[in-house]
């Protein structure tokens, strides 16, 4: 597996793995325990070495078969999980956000503890806080940092004015962000900054949730557990209106003699060389699928034509629903 480097030193394999699919984000039930295990250290063996997760996801699960998993290799990978999010007393995520210095803290400890490790490679501040100021935070996780707890500061949906406001107080080596053929905000808002800065870019769903790779149809229904349910653009009609991208992709996928996923995963890579995409999934033969794509090297006409393919599909529905579409701001 070829590797990148994200901010100034922080080097991992050129493609991730995304790990909340393990803990039962898009199915109607959790995954076998011993199957997410396996499909993790597959990883390793391919060469994987950035393994992605949150303490929200679950909650707290996926970070528990994360260490597990990883606990046997720890000294050979490179661990990312999140803090951000609020909860409650007894456990349960109340909806809210909770960046305080007291609480950053307390995820740190808790989360050293379900990862099995004594320091976290990769921190991200899953969502930017409004009631805590950016300084503050970025502050509190250099603190954790000259600790020995933290490794690297993160910033999750962050805002290029954020970014800037963050990394004066402590280097930023990643911010991660939905990024695919499908999602490209990113492209004017936030990418040049990044580059300027110097800052490491981490696009999650890089295969818009499994529909990039043209496994799903206008006709596919999802459980009211699965994140897509509620989700816009995996409404029936924008399924249909959006499936002319998935053809584009597929066509030109064949001519280059690889399929759709490590199609779309090869031109994001193509973009800049501070790209690391995490697909996530749940399947060791998509696993293997997808790390295949960092070996695939499109030439320049290739390239051309998924931009122009891209360029001319007009994506119907949002990425979220407006409610989760708040969040996704700062």
């Not at 394999?13 to 803990?23: Q, R």
């Not at 969502?127 to 999750?156: N, Q, Y």
């Not at 800052?199 to 557990?225: E, H, K, M, Q």
Request: negative net charge.
């Amino acid at each position: 597996m070829r590797t990148r480097t994200l901010g100034t030193d922080l080097e991992v394999s050129a493609i991730g793995l995304g790990c909340m699919s393990l803990s039962g984000a898009y199915a109607a039930e959790l995954p076998d325990r011993s199957a997410a295990i396996a499909v993790v250290r597959r990883a390793v063996d391919l060469g994987i070495t950035l393994f992605d997760s949150a303490e929200v996801y679950g909650p707290r699960i996926n970070e528990e078969i994360v260490g597990e998993a990883l606990q046997p290799v720890r000294d050979q990978v490179v661990i990312a999980t999140k803090f951000g999010f609020a909860f409650d007393e007894a456990g349960r995520q109340t909806g809210g956000l909770d960046s305080r210095p007291e609480r950053i803290r307390r995820v740190v400890d808790e989360s050293l503890a379900r990862l099995r490790t004594d320091r976290i490679d990769l921190l991200y501040q899953h969502r930017v806080d409004p009631a805590v100021p950016i300084e503050e935070v970025a502050g509190t996780v250099g603190e954790l940092v000259a600790d020995g707890k933290v490794g690297h500061f993160g910033l999750s949906e962050a805002a290029a004015a954020t970014v800037r406001r963050a990394h004066a107080v402590h280097p930023v080596a990643a911010v991660q962000s939905e990024y695919s053929l499908w999602s490209r905000d990113r492209e004017t808002d936030l990418l040049p900054v990044l580059d300027e800065l110097g800052i490491g870019f981490v696009p999650f769903s890089p295969l818009g949730r499994g529909f990039l790779t043209g496994a799903l149809d206008a006709n596919a229904t999802f459980a009211a557990t699965d994140l897509r349910a509620s989700m816009p653009r995996f409404q029936v009609d924008a399924m249909a209106a959006n499936r002319e991208l998935v053809d584009a992709i597929a066509a030109i996928a064949a001519d280059v003699g690889a399929t759709p996923a490590q199609t779309a995963l090869a031109w994001l890579l193509a973009q800049r060389p501070s790209i690391v995409p995490i697909p996530g999934t749940k399947r060791i033969e998509r696993l293997e699928e997808n790390s295949a794509a960092a070996d695939l090297d499109l030439t320049t006409e290739q390239l051309g034509r998924i931009q122009a393919a891209a360029d001319a599909v007009e994506i119907v529905g949002a990425r979220y629903s407006e409610q989760l579409e708040r969040l996704t701001n700062g």
